[in-house]
């Protein structure tokens, strides 16, 4: 470990004896996840400040209506789906979309939503359904696609789109419960995710801290980054005063991308969205605007969304809300494995289970985590 983030560790533990008390922080962000685990950032935390996994995961916050929608347009012989790769293997109600193209479904895996454009236009006779998933780093690929198929007058692209916004989610995740009782995982502040933060830029937080008095801090996914992130949680922490700070700055602005800000605007609107573990939050999901409902899968096909199906036992949700870890679930590590999948937090590579399965019982030292 660098001298400098020696300094940075140093200071987290005598900013931990000054605060007290445990303190609480939540990464909202997959891929901060994976690198926490990854380089050992708990290993060298101070015993009160806990990092808990928030609903980062993409593939994971999808509600299971979707991936069975999903399942249904894979099985009608005239389409081809497509879809990314950590998609594929999430249970369904009747399988996943691998069991139901190993039964002959012609489920495509791709890596950017460009590529179904190419499939529709090299496949003109069959229907080519795009499976939208992701928070706003991958919708503006969503919206450009569409409309660079709508300009080369391509009929045979359709969309299912279940694209998430990251801030309602968090402002949830605060909100007192509408039973009235006690809000579930109290929080002392939120490490912001990098990538997200790129398009909807680092003031899109601000609400956070002014409605609900929660310090955000928007860091990278080097150990650098984050423990200098956690620092300066911690810092508020020991303040009193919650603020809205971000260390990544030479990639995040205030403003974020404002081509990528009016590709959304302009293709999506904001719509209430179904969350695995969160339930119904307005204003948190995109669905396509008016003008381009014509490449709507659900319409273009006929099909509604049903109902919810969880697998009986399997936490993924409270897992995703921060209420659990893995390890508290009786399915983890037995039932469900990444070889043997029960919910998508151990299918995802980004999910929480696939990273406590992964790294946690070969936490890497601290002496691994380079600057």
């Not at 081809?80 to 998609?87: P, R």
């Not at 709508?150 to 605060?174: D, T």
């Amino acid at each position: 470990m660098s001298a400098a983030l020696s300094e940075v560790v140093d200071e987290l533990r005598l900013l931990a004896d000054r605060v007290g008390r445990q303190v609480q922080f939540m990464e909202v962000c997959g891929t901060h996840t994976v690198a926490v685990f990854r380089h050992g950032i708990r290993t060298l935390l101070p015993a009160s400040v806990r990092l808990i996994s928030g609903p980062g995961c993409p593939v994971c916050v999808t509600a299971q209506r979707y991936i069975d929608a999903a399942g249904r347009l894979a099985s009608r012989p005239e389409v081809i789906l497509a879809t990314y790769g950590d998609m594929l293997r999430v249970p369904g109600r009747d399988g996943s979309l691998q069991t139901l193209r190993a039964a002959g479904a012609d489920v495509r895996v791709i890596t950017s939503a460009r590529l179904a454009l190419e499939l529709a236009r090299r496949n003109p006779r069959r229907e080519v359904v795009f499976f939208a998933v992701g928070f706003e780093t991958t919708a503006p690929a969503t919206a450009a696609t569409l409309l660079e198929a709508q300009r080369l007058g391509v009929p045979n692209l359709s969309m299912l789109v279940a694209h998430k916004l990251i801030v309602p989610a968090m402002l949830q995740l605060l909100a007192p419960p509408a039973d009235g009782s006690a809000a579930g995982v109290p929080l002392d502040g939120f490490l912001c995710p990098g990538h997200v933060s790129v398009i909807i830029g680092s003031q899109a937080y601000r609400p956070i801290v002014e409605r609900h008095a929660t310090g955000c801090v928007v860091a990278g996914f080097e150990p650098g980054q984050i423990l200098r992130g956690l620092l300066h949680l911690l810092r508020q922490v020991a303040r009193g005063r919650p603020a809205l700070e971000n260390v990544y700055s030479q990639v995040v602005r205030p403003a974020g991308n404002p081509t990528a800000r009016a590709l959304l605007a302009r293709v999506f609107v904001e719509a209430d969205a179904d969350w695995r573990g969160l339930g119904t939050i307005p204003a948190s999901g995109l669905e396509l605007a008016p003008h381009y409902r014509a490449f709507d899968a659900l319409e273009r096909f006929g099909l509604k969304l049903g109902e919810d199906h969880e697998e009986p036992g399997c936490r993924c949700g409270q897992v995703l809300t921060g209420s659990i870890t893995p390890p508290d679930c009786t399915l983890f590590g037995r039932r469900c494995t990444p070889a043997t999948p029960i919910g998508p937090c151990m299918v995802s590579s980004e999910g929480t289970c696939a990273a406590y399965y992964r790294y946690a019982t070969q936490q890497p030292t601290a002496v691994e985590c380079a600057p």
